[in-house]
């Protein structure tokens, strides 16, 4: 949500043969719960807002290629790009992506980030070792001026922590 509106994404399967591809639609509603725009894609996107009217929307065509589309708050498509990531955070001068990629030559997970600025050029790429047997999955991933944020599932414990179980969040 934003001073706008609401924006929701949301799926549901084919009526009476649920075995058909689900059906993905993003809206947005304004403060008193008027529906401004509607739109219909066949793949997932989740949406992501950067405080400066516009959103973000990172998913994955049908051959499982992860895009990244940035639209404004009227629901019109500004740029898309392919790019390589799984959560996405945003700020008012761009979105910043994040995804575990593995390494065929030294046989290892990095985490990779990536930041593209407000008109989709790719300033920036990062990559870091994955720590400890790190799960695909993301559970947070944020940002704010300072720093970077990431929560996500490990198969170990971190120096200084006991382990709890198959998968710690850590």
């Not at 949406?47 to 516009?54: C, I, R, S």
Request: glycine residues 10%.
């Amino acid at each position: 949500a934003d001073d706008s509106g609401v924006y929701v994404s949301s799926w549901s399967e084919p009526f009476p043969n649920p075995a058909q591809l689900k059906v993905w639609t993003q809206r947005k509603f304004d403060p008193d719960g008027v529906e401004l725009w509607s739109r219909t894609v066949d793949y997932p996107e989740s949406p992501v807002l950067d405080g400066a009217g516009f959103y973000y929307f990172l998913g994955y065509d049908r051959s499982a290629k992860p895009f990244l589309r940035k639209m404004n708050s009227a629901g019109i498509e500004v740029w898309t790009r392919s790019v390589g990531g799984s959560s996405l955070a945003a700020t008012a001068g761009g979105v910043y992506l994040t995804g575990l990629l593995y390494q065929q030559d030294a046989a290892r997970h990095v985490r990779q980030f990536q930041f593209y600025d407000s008109d989709g050029n790719l300033r920036w790429t990062r990559q870091i070792p994955a720590v400890l047997d790190e799960h695909r999955g993301v559970s947070l991933f944020s940002v704010d001026e300072d720093a970077l944020y990431l929560a996500t599932t490990l198969g170990g414990a971190l120096d200084g922590q006991c382990r709890a179980g198959y998968a710690d969040l850590q």
